[in-house]
């Protein structure tokens, strides 16, 4: 397991705008390192279409729906973790994730629409990916890519039902038995 323990946050989501937006959320997090997300709003086909690539291509990545975001914070905060938010006004990235890499657990805040003001006093970190407006998505991956030095690429998911392999030209996928755990 990759330390820090990252989770992600996904507040401001509005399900009948932003769910192709924040399954990309879960899916980035769920590649580069991340042990789950908390969306804090009612979207179960989001949740549902996380946890299916996640059963799938397998590892342990969780997506539960319908979180209180201040609660999620506070309990987190509570548990000995500390909270990293995502906003084109916070510091420099490269000048505070070696602190960041040190925290044994770490809740990353993605928002959607406006944050509401009070993130950014619960946030121990509030963190900038350029100080310039760009994509969720591209801040969240850039932040995980940072903190794990890039040893996030060379992760295995195991019980995987579909495996992809790295191949020069074409696609190549192998289907794991899911009963014997061998390959089909």
Not at 31 to 58: E, N, P, Q, T, W
Not at 75 to 82: E, H, V
Request: proline share 3%; hydrophobic share 40%.
């Amino acid at each position: 397991m990759l330390k820090p323990e990252s989770y992600i946050l996904r507040i401001g989501h509005r399900p009948e705008r932003d769910q192709r937006v924040t399954t990309h959320v879960g899916l980035c997090s769920r590649a580069l390192g991340a042990s789950g997300m908390y969306l804090a709003a009612d979207d179960k086909k989001v949740a549902d279409s996380i946890a299916d690539v996640a059963h799938r291509f397998g590892g342990t990545y969780f997506c539960e729906n319908n979180v209180k975001w201040k609660s999620c914070i506070n309990n987190f905060k509570k548990n000995g973790g500390k909270v990293v938010h995502l906003t084109m006004y916070g510091l420099r990235l490269q000048d505070v994730i070696a602190d960041i890499r040190k925290e044994e657990k770490v809740l990353i805040v993605v928002g959607a629409e406006k944050v509401p003001g009070d993130m950014y006093e619960l946030a121990d970190y509030n963190v900038a990916v350029a100080n310039q407006p760009h994509s969720e998505i591209s801040a969240l991956a850039l932040c995980l890519d940072h903190l794990y030095e890039g040893k996030e690429l060379d992760l295995a998911f195991p019980d995987a039902e579909l495996e992809v392999l790295p191949t020069k030209i074409g696609k190549t996928t192998i289907k794991h038995d899911e009963h014997s755990g061998e390959d089909a």
